[in-house]
Nanobody
Framework: QVQLVESGGGLVQAGDSLRLSCVAS????????MGWFRQAPGTEREFVAA????????YFGNSVKGRFAISRDNAKNTVYLQMNGLKPEDTAVYYC?????????????????WGQGTQVTVSS
């Protein structure tokens, strides 16, 4: 059983930056690739970013490429999402999740454990 807790969300203005954190417990963090997804009301859950177990490989959704970065610190059981140049369309609840061993990085169906999410709101 893995527990994930996101933090760092809040209300910011367009163009601002924010860093989200996700702390894992109850499992061996370094054995999991990790992903970030987001979901706004009335929308499907959208892939944001993912990182391999060692951090050697990263993946990004098209809407955030060039603006967001993902990193991890396995010693701290933590994955981060650095969000720069925030836009109102980035407003959503952001979730971190552990990835299953198999399958695509890009779909929530290939992730198993999920956090409760942290709200990010970007005003115009």
């Amino acid at each position: 059983q893995v527990q994930l807790v996101e933090s760092g969300g809040g209300l910011v203005q367009a163009g601002d930056s924010l860093r989200l954190s996700c702390v894992a417990s109850g499992g061996t963090f370094s054995t999991y690739s990790m992903g970030w997804f987001r979901q706004a009301p009335g929308t499907e859950r959208e892939f944001v970013a993912a990182i391999s177990r060692t951090g050697d490989s990263t993946y990004f959704g098209n809407s955030v490429k060039g603006r967001f970065a993902i990193s991890r610190d396995n010693a701290k059981n933590t994955v981060y999402l650095q969000m720069n140049g925030l836009k109102p369309e980035d407003t959503a609840v952001y979730y971190c999740a552990t990835k299953k061993v198999w399958g695509s990085y890009y779909t929530p169906a290939t992730y198993d454990y999920w956090g409760q999410g942290t709200q990010v709101t970007v005003s115009s």
